[in-house]
């Protein structure tokens, strides 16, 4: 791994959402544009009494939140890390996960089960999981599932997710905020141009004190220039 892909890997982790209030969410739920305040309020709600009511599938491109969505649900529900399960993609997962569902004791407010790129799952696996496996513990547990590509996924099994929401219709605004306060902790200022040439178009300039590129590539930190 380079060392640029490295520097890349650890920014994309250090302003990865830690916290609801922190990740931006989209439009669509269950192929209806809601709007982001609508589902925001709905997991908003969930995150506050540490408990989600149903199954979640949340599908769209790479880099868009779904991971992030999971990582924050579970980080602030989760408080031992028996009642977490992170389902794999092997014919004895499955077997494993119905022997950990039957475990009566939870130690948080409810079990979480992760399953990441679910579409990547055995059809076996997708079979087992629709019928009836998602809804017979939904009293104290919650799949979470993620898939960059929901057309490859039974129709059956998508129906078994009470929240399907997809992370590609986003507010403009929300997105620049973000990306704004981003870059003005990585020793950057950003505005909006006031002759906008595009829908999007935000100036960067750097913080220090430069007269022009070229005094800025000569004296920059290393920092600075990443």
Do not use: C
Request: proline share 3%.
């Amino acid at each position: 791994m380079s060392a640029q892909t490295q520097q890349y890997i650890s920014w994309f982790e250090k302003y990865r959402p830690k916290t609801i209030d922190e990740l931006i969410f989209p439009n669509v739920l269950n192929g209806e544009k809601k709007g982001s305040k609508y589902i925001r309020d709905i997991f908003t709600k969930f995150y506050n009494q540490e408990f989600i009511q149903g199954n979640v599938l949340s599908y769209g491109e790479a880099g868009r939140g779904k991971t992030s969505l999971n990582k924050i649900m579970q980080g602030k529900i989760i408080k031992h890390p028996s009642d977490i399960f992170i389902l794999g993609r092997k014919v004895e997962d499955i077997d494993k996960l119905k022997k950990w569902l039957q475990q009566s004791k939870v130690k948080s407010n409810q079990k979480l089960i992760i399953i990441e790129e679910i579409d990547r799952l055995s059809n076996q696996a997708q079979t087992v999981l629709k019928d009836g496996l998602l809804e017979k513990y939904q009293h104290n547990t919650s799949f979470l599932a993620t898939t960059n590509n929901p057309d490859k996924l039974d129709r059956a099994l998508v129906t078994r997710f009470n929240y399907r929401i997809y992370f590609d219709d986003f507010d403009v605004d929300e997105v620049l905020n973000r990306i704004k306060k981003i870059l003005e902790n990585e020793h950057i200022l950003s505005f909006h141009d006031i002759n906008p040439q595009k829908k999007i178009h935000a100036l960067v300039i750097p913080k220090g004190e430069y007269v022009n590129l070229d005094d800025f590539s000569a004296k920059a930190s290393e920092k600075e220039i990443l």
